[in-house]
């Protein structure tokens, strides 16, 4: 029997914006200028780079929105509700330890009274239920883990040879040429064209790490264990989707009150351009965190109040979730719209915005056909700046307890449990090691993404080189 | 001074941009030799070279340029060999530059001594203690007014004139021996020109420097070089005495710019163009880099670089046919001799527009609560009109309020007072949806082509934009088959409905947005300079195209521009406009031959003609145009009139009417006896005239 879907609000968003990012790109492929500076992007070594960690990160983020209802073997709904990435990782999820383990460990990090099996009772460190439970007793696990680690790296590699060959049929096919000497183009690159050298080597060095930590994670705990046992591992992994929700949806929720009010206030002037300025200059005075830290407080006392409206935990924490986008949302469209406020003041006075109020066309048909276009390198270079700002500002909160729901998997949930644990003597390090590790590679990607995409979209960058 | 000895020599000089078979090569085998006191004039349009010529000189070439050979020899020294730091000596020592843009030039926030005095250190360190003195010195030789006073101000306090006065003086600092003048006037209006081109003459005569001077404008090295260098696709392609050239210029290419000027006297005719456009630097050339445009191109154009090759003393010419005749004697400043259809002028009509009383003022505010403390009056009692079919120029310098005018009569600026009536219809209570359908009857094409097209759209959707606002759009192929019509009737191809503006020229440009403009059967179109920011032989198309679509569709042109050749050639009527009002206008013959304002006067002897021996001595106008938002008293004119008595300090003339229609507003007018003016009729050459009050 099939499993039902469970669309979860934010879910809904996020295929809601892939979905416009692909109607954009097939609309924009059939548009020189629009095409040109996103060829830019993909030429520059860094761009290419970049993307390629954050498609990684968004594939396991789309693979943790799909949501549905979780059955046991027998068909019987469990009332949990899983996403299709848990399934895959079931593994990971499900062999829980009792507490603290450290990576690749096979005991736990704190000593018990082990009951022996002569009926003594031993304080030592008791060893793990599910870490390395294939080796026989005696074995040394090292050898074990280098052998999977081996075996990973070739997977990866199959894996990698697999991808190149399809990406050269398919560059063959577009081109109309051969596979071999589309091979070639791939390894040796061209001048002109994407750097195809920098992509292989980033997908190899993706794959077999990928490829290689699955095979470890299967058997052993990679990053070690948490308080309760669960795998540190696949919390950062499920982070990514509250990571990247955060860093989009906000942007999204914000976006359409910052275009509208900016660019009417820069376009029309007068009363209307001092009305928005008033309502963004108060806004902005507002501390942020404040604002933040009450409307969440007021969201959770509304949830306590009627918890009968969320189907599941997981429905409850998405809602908390969402909302945290829209608050953040709120709070952070200032800027863009103060942007946006100076360039449509300074289109506004252009002659092809004169030409057409010559020629009769109307005051919102300006703004979206001449304004709306102009604008949309600010747009978009802004939103990809904020992204990595909004990864760390959630994280931030989360850890002073006004982020995400505490069931949400979060870098800033990881931090916050574990920052206690830095106080402890041995210092239990893995659970913010992860999350720091995941976040940092997640940030500085979108960042380095960030400066090409301004390279290739700000004209006034245009020029130079 | 053709005897003086030689102080600039270069040979050969070639600039390359960019590596291996890429680069670019902008200066391609450039010879040329500058004596001492002599002023070069380095003539050609946009993208021959001409600024990399002297960046070069100057070893300032952007990053990835370079000196690829040649050689440059300053009073026997060579530039290129210079190691770095003797090079920077060189720099703002013996060879001063002076650049096109003096806003952008000066720091904003150092005032002009300091930055004076930073080059007065730098050249003269016996001066470094206390360089006041020179920097007084050098302020009071470039003709600033007050210059003790004015060291202390901050370059936003000063006009652009004087702006450019300080950089000459900056430039002046290290007593260059040569001093290179990069488009040193293009940035400002006529009178201004004049003011700093003979402060170059006069300061050249003091110091015995030499003058570098590039320039796109023919009348520019009329007024000002003793010799010229025509540049053409990185080379010099001749060289002569000022003089010479301007009687008998050899290359093809000279001779079309010649023939490309407008003038009074080609009035009713088609100037003659270049076809083609300027090669691309990338292109590597077989034969002479000409022959493509060149009319008189013949076998061994193609496949054989022409020399140079001398024609008369000091004259030397890159063309094969050089010492032959000219088949088609067509001599500098001679006509071509294809005559447009029409000389006559159309009949004059009933007005097609008529602007009566217009005033535009922004107010200044000030304080907390944002009170109007003063009025900026731009445009202040502006009364014209104009017939269906006929130009009707608006002259002036920047700032007097022309566009405003236009701006105003299209309502993109709302007008304070006075209206505008467009075939008797008053604009002024229109509002909203009236409005936007009546501005289909009037449309504007702007001075820039590249800020008047919005970049993300293709060439269809701009030319469309007005049918779909008006609603005429109609079905998709109708709509398609009427703009490529129109493309066709601008002489753009159909392959350009789906590309985007800046796959074009800026001619081309400045076609599309013709074409914009017709689009919606407009009645009147403003032209607010739509030639200014093209070069000469582009200038000819656009010109030659409006004046044809004139005839073809009787479109009414008010035309604004600040060149006066312009006017003469195109228009039939010319307004004269100063500090917000019209101080003259009448018929354009009739003005430019007789202007009765002398303000009229001084923008005619302001303006630069391309002819030979123009160094006349004339007065240029002192000063600066006042500001708009303290205009003197009286007449607005009088702190600048050379004829001002105490009458014109105490009330604004008023506008006195001929009988030819010309207008006047001045209490003294040019040519009128004094103490019958305004008074009895009949006893002056000029028309009858009534007395108006205005």
Redesign the interface.
């Known amino acids: 029997m099939m499993p039902e879907l469970v669309i979860l609000w934010t879910d809904a968003l996020i295929f809601l914006l892939v979905a416009g990012i692909l109607l954009f790109a097939g609309y924009a492929r059939r548009r020189?200028?629009?095409c040109a500076p996103w060829r830019k992007v993909v030429r520059s070594r860094v761009g290419v780079a970049s993307l390629i960690v954050l498609f990684a990160y968004v594939a396991v983020g789309l693979l943790d929105s799909v949501h549905f209802r979780a059955q046991d073997a027998k068909g019987v709904e469990t009332g949990e509700v899983l996403s299709l990435f848990d399934r895959i990782a079931s593994p990971l999820r499900t062999r829980q330890e009792k507490t603290y383990s450290a990576p690749l460990a096979l005991h736990l990090y704190a000593k018990e009274n082990i009951e022996t099996p002569d009926g003594n009772t031993v304080r030592d460190y008791p060893r793990l239920e599910h870490a390395g439970s294939h080796l026989a007793t005696g074995s040394a696990a090292i050898l074990d883990q280098a052998r999977l680690l081996l075996v990973g790296a070739f997977e990866g590699l199959l894996l990698w040879a697999g991808v190149v060959a399809l990406l050269a049929g398919l560059l063959a096919w577009r081109e109309g040429s051969g596979f071999l000497q589309q091979m070639e183009v791939l390894f040796t690159g061209d001048e002109e064209d994407i750097p195809w050298t920098t992509v292989l080597v980033m997908l190899g060095m993706i794959l077999v790490l990928g490829a290689a930590s699955w095979q470890l994670a299967q058997h052993y705990h990679l990053l070690g264990t948490d308080k309760v046992g669960e795998d540190v591992f696949y919390q950062a992994l499920k982070s990514i989707r509250t990571g990247l929700v955060i860093g989009t949806l906000t942007t999204l929720v914000m976006l359409p009150a910052a275009l509208l009010l900016g660019m009417m206030a820069g376009y029309f002037g007068g009363w209307i351009d001092d009305l928005i300025q008033y309502l963004y200059t108060t806004l902005n005075s507002i501390p942020g965190v404040l604002l933040i830290a009450a409307a969440v407080l007021m969201l959770n006392l509304h949830m306590d109040n009627h918890a009968e409206q969320f189907g599941s935990v997981q429905e409850r924490a998405d809602m908390r979730l969402l909302f945290l986008c829209l608050i953040l949302g709120v709070t952070s469209w200032t800027g863009l719209c103060r942007l946006l406020r100076g360039e449509a003041l300074k289109l506004r006075e252009?002659?092809?915005v004169?030409?057409?109020?010559?020629?009769?066309?109307?005051h919102f048909?300006i703004l979206a056909?001449?304004i709306l276009?102009?604008v949309g390198y600010i747009v978009l270079i802004t939103l990809v700046l904020d992204f990595s700002g909004l990864v760390l500002a959630e994280a931030v909160l989360s850890y002073v307890n006004i982020g995400v729901d505490p069931t949400t998997y979060s870098w800033g949930n990881m931090i916050n449990s574990a920052r206690l644990e830095m106080a402890r003597e041995p210092v239990v390090w893995w659970s913010l090691l992860a999350s720091m590790m995941f976040m940092f590679i997640l940030v500085l990607a979108a960042n380095l993404f960030a400066d090409a995409v301004r390279d290739a979209f700000d004209p006034r960058l245009r020029n130079e080189r | 001074m053709s005897d003086s000895p030689i102080l600039l020599r270069v040979r050969g000089l070639c600039v390359a941009i960019g590596e291996g078979e890429d680069a670019v090569r902008p200066v391609d085998g450039v010879d040329m030799e500058i004596r001492r006191g002599e002023t070069f004039a380095l003539l050609g349009e946009s993208g021959c070279g001409k600024s990399m010529t002297a960046l070069a000189l100057m070893r300032l070439l952007p990053p990835g340029g370079r000196i690829q050979s040649g050689e440059i020899l300053l009073d026997g020294v060579s530039l290129p060999d210079l190691i770095e730091r003797d090079m920077r000596r060189e720099r703002g020592g013996r060879i001063g530059m002076i650049f096109q843009e003096p806003m952008t030039s000066l720091n904003p926030v150092m005032t002009i001594g300091e930055q004076i005095a930073e080059a007065v250190r730098l050249h003269e360190p016996e001066q470094a203690r206390n360089p006041r003195l020179r920097v007084i010195e050098l302020l009071r030789s470039v003709g600033l007014p007050d210059p003790e006073r004015r060291t202390d101000e901050y370059p936003h306090q000063l006009s652009g004139g004087m702006k450019q006065r300080v950089m000459i003086a900056i430039a002046l600092a290290g007593r260059p021996s040569l001093l290179i003048a990069d488009e040193p006037t293009t940035a400002l209006d006529v009178t201004i020109q004049a003011q700093v081109l003979d402060l170059l003459k006069g300061l050249q005569r003091q110091t015995g420097m030499s003058v570098l001077l590039i320039t796109h404008d023919l009348g520019v090295v009329a007024e000002a070089a003793d010799r010229v260098g025509v540049m053409y696709a990185g080379q010099i392609v001749e060289t002569a005495d000022c003089g010479e050239f301007f009687r008998d210029a050899r290359h093809p290419y000279s001779r079309k710019l010649f023939q490309s000027l407008p003038e009074s006297r080609k009035r009713g005719r088609r100037l003659a163009v270049i076809k083609g456009s300027v090669p691309s630097p990338r292109r590597r050339f077989d034969g002479c880099r000409f022959a493509d445009r060149c009319d008189r191109a013949g076998e061994p154009c193609q496949g054989q670089v022409p020399l140079c090759t001398l024609v008369a003393m000091r004259h030397a010419v890159r063309c094969h046919f050089a010492e032959e005749p000219d088949l088609s004697a067509t001599g500098p400043g001679s006509i071509d001799p294809t005559p447009a259809d029409a000389g006559r002028n159309p009949p004059v009509q009933a007005p097609l527009i008529e602007i009566k009383g217009l005033r535009v003022h922004f107010p200044i505010r000030a304080g907390l609560l944002r009170r109007t403390v003063g009025q900026v009056r731009a445009v202040d009692g502006v009364e014209l009109s104009l017939a269906a079919g006929r130009t009707l120029a608006l002259v002036g310098e920047s700032g007097c309020g022309k566009t405003t005018v236009g701006k105003a009569i299209l309502r993109l600026i709302r007008p304070t007072a006075g209206e505008v009536l467009l075939q008797g219809e008053s604009l002024a209570g229109l509002s909203g949806a009236a409005l936007r359908k009546r501005r289909a009857d009037m449309q504007i094409v702007f001075q820039d082509p590249y800020s008047s097209m919005n970049p993300r759209m293709p060439v269809a959707d701009i030319v469309a934009e007005g049918l779909r606002a008006q609603g005429k759009a109609g079905k998709p192929d109708q709509l398609r088959a009427r703009i490529a019509q129109l493309l066709q009737q601008v002489g753009l191809p159909e392959e350009a409905l789906d590309r985007f503006p800046h796959e074009f020229s800026g001619g081309q440009r400045q076609r599309i947005a013709i074409a914009r403009a017709l689009a919606l059967d407009p009645k009147l179109i403003i032209c607010d300079e739509p030639t200014s920011a093209l070069d000469v032989s582009v200038q000819a198309q656009i010109l030659n195209l409006l004046k044809d679509l004139q005839q073809q569709l009787g479109i009414g042109y008010l035309f604004i521009t600040h060149n006066i050749a312009v006017v003469s050639y195109l228009a039939q009527e010319v307004a004269v406009m100063y500090l917000g009002r019209i101080v003259e206008c009448g018929p354009v013959e009739a003005v430019l031959e007789t202007p009765l304002h002398p303000y009229s006067r001084a923008l005619l002897d302001s303006a630069p003609i391309a002819e030979a021996n123009r160094h006349v001595e004339r007065q240029p106008l002192q000063g600066d145009m006042p500001s708009p938002s303290a205009p003197p008293p009286g007449c607005h004119f009088h702190p600048r009139c050379p004829k001002a008595q105490p009458l014109c300090r105490e009330t604004y003339p008023k506008e006195s009417l001929l009988e030819s229609g010309r207008r006047v507003s001045c209490h003294f007018p040019l040519g009128l006896v004094l103490d019958s003016w305004p008074g009895r009729v009949g006893m002056y050459s000029c028309p009858p005239f009534r007395g108006r009050t205005g």
């Open positions: 020189e200028p629009l252009l002659d092809y004169q030409a057409a109020l010559s020629m009769g066309v109307g048909t056909r001449h276009p102009n």
